[in-house]
């Protein structure tokens, strides 16, 4: 069994750009977490998504910041017009249904110049 | 909202030393988590625990509830240069999200 897949691994963007983050969760889960981790800090949750739903987006910046869990396909988080502050490691998390414990992929690497 | 408090944020610590990390939450949580992320990686799931007063051991390391299910211990034994990394406690309040401390940092000197 695939872990919580991630990519890319790597990211830089220039200030302005958009940054996509994509996330396919293990096989069978069907809960999906996004933190953002700055360096020897702690992982600040972002938003829980279920299958075509959002359930908790309450750590999303109100701008520029968005994410969805499609019926088909990986979940993917979006930030439009990146600024250098959005730099940060960006980790996915999934769960089965039902159960709370998370499995994290390796994490998407955002470098905004 | 719910808050989870770990402490300390950095420990040095000679190897063959003990080593605890110790989580507190602002409210009554339904479970409690610990993971260990090693520098560079991804966090990885330690252990649960549910019940009140609850101990568990992996090998050298000693896992505790506290009574009023708000507060956690982790405890490493005679650690290791393996041990190196940071270790997360996140706590689950009832009907609702996980909620991860800000971690302590554990270094070790050989």
């Known amino acids: 069994n695939a872990g919580v897949m991630q990519n890319p691994r790597h990211l830089v963007r220039r200030r302005g750009q958009e940054a996509r983050l994509r996330c396919s969760p293990v096989?069978?889960?069907?809960?999906v977490y996004w933190y953002r981790q700055l360096p020897e800090e702690g992982l600040k949750f972002m938003v829980y998504?279920?299958?075509?739903?959002?359930?908790?987006e309450s750590g999303m910046p109100k701008e520029r910041f968005s994410a969805e869990f499609p019926k088909e396909g990986p979940s993917i988080l979006r930030i439009q017009q990146v600024v250098r502050g959005d730099s940060a490691a960006y980790f996915c998390?999934?769960?089965?249904?039902?159960?709370?414990?998370?499995?994290f992929g390796a994490g998407s690497r955002l470098t905004v110049l | 909202g719910q808050q989870v408090m770990q402490i300390p944020q950095y420990q040095h610590v000679q190897e063959g030393e003990d080593f605890t990390t110790y989580c507190n939450s602002s409210?009554?949580?339904?479970?409690i988590q610990w993971y260990k992320q090693r520098p560079g990686g991804h966090p990885v799931f330690l252990i649960q625990?549910?019940?009140?007063?609850e101990v568990k051991k992996q090998k050298r390391l000693t896992f505790q509830f506290g009574e009023a299910k708000k507060n956690s211990s982790l405890h490493i034994t005679a650690t290791q240069t393996t041990d190196v990394g940071t270790y997360f406690c996140?706590?689950?309040?009832?009907?609702?999200?996980?909620?991860f401390g800000a971690g302590t940092i554990l270094r070790v000197k050989s």
């Open positions: 409210t009554t949580l339904s479970n």
């Open positions: 998390a999934s769960s089965p249904a039902g159960a709370n414990v998370l499995t």
């Open positions: 625990l549910v019940k009140s007063g």
């Open positions: 998504l279920q299958k075509e739903n959002i359930i908790d």
């Open positions: 096989k069978g889960h069907s809960h």
């Open positions: 996140a706590g689950l309040e009832y009907g609702n999200k996980l909620v």
